[in-house]
């Protein structure tokens, strides 16, 4: 497990994978994401201004479950 403070959960049995922030000492949903589309939006939202940029890099962001930007759930 890491420290990155984005983290990809594992996909969910409808598809889509859950994306939680830490910040403020506590774990914040940011959304259901179907896709890289929809993961760089949230993160956007969340006041990160290059999240294209981020998605690959292990400081920034945790997938849990599965493959990175994998959303299927199987």
Known sequence: MSDAPIVVHRALPGGGRRVTVHRDGRDE??????????????????????????LDDARWVEWRGGHAHDFSTV
Do not use: C, K, Y
């Open 29 to 54: 949903t940011l959304g259901i994401a179907h896709n890289d589309h929809d993961l760089t939006v949230f993160l956007e939202r969340a006041g990160i201004a290059e999240p294209e940029d981020v």
